[in-house]
């Protein structure tokens, strides 16, 4: 399976409105339930009205459309970071999933990946693979 880095620093947050959100960024990930809303965005462009929020993240995306019925790529994923210490937030949209660790473990996270036959595409082009 393939990862790909994605070039920029991510923030989690909660947010108490939807009026200040930049959704003409390439990367917005929202979540709103009865009791919250929750977002992911560039820490460049977090809104001023959060109210609480955890910055430092780095994200890898799953590569490839994954069907729906699939199971047990983010259990697999998830398992091998744990098993290294390794905390991780996911983000799944209707084609993939992006997972983010936090940007002090980031290396220590794709290492471990790498190690354990996922290839990882860093931002030059050039690729982290299984030895």
Not at 1 to 6: A, D, R, S, V
Not at 59 to 81: E, H, M
Not at 83 to 109: M, P, R, W
Request: charge should be negative; glycine fraction near 10%; hydrophobic fraction near 40%.
């Amino acid at each position: 399976m393939e990862l790909q880095k994605i070039d920029r620093d991510f923030t989690i947050c909660r947010t108490s409105g939807l009026n200040h959100i930049d959704f003409t960024r390439e990367f917005v990930f929202l979540s709103k339930t009865d009791d919250e809303i929750s977002l992911v965005c560039e820490s460049d462009y977090v809104p001023p009205d959060v109210v609480i929020s955890d910055p430092g993240w780095k994200a890898l995306k799953i590569l490839g459309i994954l069907d729906l019925g699939l199971t047990g790529v983010i259990s697999k994923i998830a398992g091998l970071l744990a098993e290294a210490g390794i905390g991780i937030f996911v983000v799944s949209t209707y084609n993939t999933d992006y997972i983010l660790l936090k940007a002090v473990n980031f290396d220590g996270g794709v290492q471990t990946l790498a190690r354990n036959g996922y290839a990882v595409k860093m931002d030059s082009g050039e690729s982290r693979n299984p030895s």
